[in-house]
């Protein structure tokens, strides 16, 4: 298993400029969301998804789309990019959102919007 | 609303000695989970410990512990015998008991900067 991948690992944005942030898991697991890293700040949801077709907002949703079409794909896409969004972001998935059930990691993906 | 605070920004501990990271956090729900995750330099988000609310007794995993004080709502991690690769930031999070939506998620504190020094 690859488990939790995320592309690209890093990109530079142009204010205003759009781009899909990609997230794929091989486990069959049906919960996955997305965090934003910021420095001091720990990780803050922006997105969540339940199961395909069934997506909903985290604490910071502003400027973010997601979507989940497969069990396996959660891209985040950012609309509008602005220099606020530079930060880290990470995937992860579990098995149903069930209690007490792990979060799986991805590798992270570093954003810089200039 | 719960919140996980780690009131320590940066911590330093001697190779091979041990050092406790110190966690608190707020909420009113009775069972819920808690953890410790590790972000090395290459940001990968690894999972030390877990801790289940309903549990007395404090979880272990090698030279990781956990002393877990429920009535404190208190959760240090204990790191023995401290080694260079131990050297990372920590995370304390906290996840609901309650099943999906929002509650599947984790909180986590702003975490700790551990130092080891050879």
């Known amino acids: 298993n690859a488990g939790v991948t995320q592309t690209p690992k890093f990109q530079v944005l142009k204010t205003g400029q759009s781009m899909t942030l990609q997230c794929a898991q091989d486990m069959n697991h049906e919960y996955m969301s997305w965090y934003r890293q910021d420095p001091g700040m720990g990780l803050r949801l922006i997105h969540y998804s339940v199961g395909a077709g069934i997506t909903d907002q985290g604490e910071v949703p502003n400027g973010y789309n997601v979507s989940r079409s497969t069990t396996e794909d959660f891209p985040l896409r950012l609309l509008s990019a602005a220099p606020s969004q530079t930060s880290v972001y990470f995937c992860?998935?579990?098995?149903?959102?069930?209690?007490?059930?792990?979060?799986?990691f991805g590798p992270g993906t570093r954003l810089l919007v200039l | 609303a719960q919140t996980v605070t780690q009131s320590q920004p940066e911590m330093s501990v001697q190779e091979a000695e041990t050092v406790t990271l110190s966690c608190t956090y707020d909420t009113s729900e009775s069972d819920y989970y808690l953890f410790w995750y590790k972000q090395p330099p290459s940001r990968q988000m690894i999972l030390v410990i877990r801790q289940e609310a309903y549990k007395q007794q404090n979880a272990t995993e090698n030279r990781f512990s956990v002393n877990f004080q429920k009535a404190a709502k208190s959760f240090s991690l204990k790191i023995s015998d401290s080694q260079l690769g131990d050297a990372a930031m920590y995370f304390c999070?906290?996840?609901?008991?309650?099943?999906?939506?929002?509650?599947?998620?984790?909180?986590f504190g702003k975490g700790t900067k551990l130092s080891v020094k050879p």
């Open positions: 999070a906290y996840r609901s008991d309650n099943y999906g939506g929002s509650q599947g998620n984790l909180i």
């Open positions: 992860a998935s579990s098995y149903s959102g069930g209690v007490g059930e792990t979060q799986y």
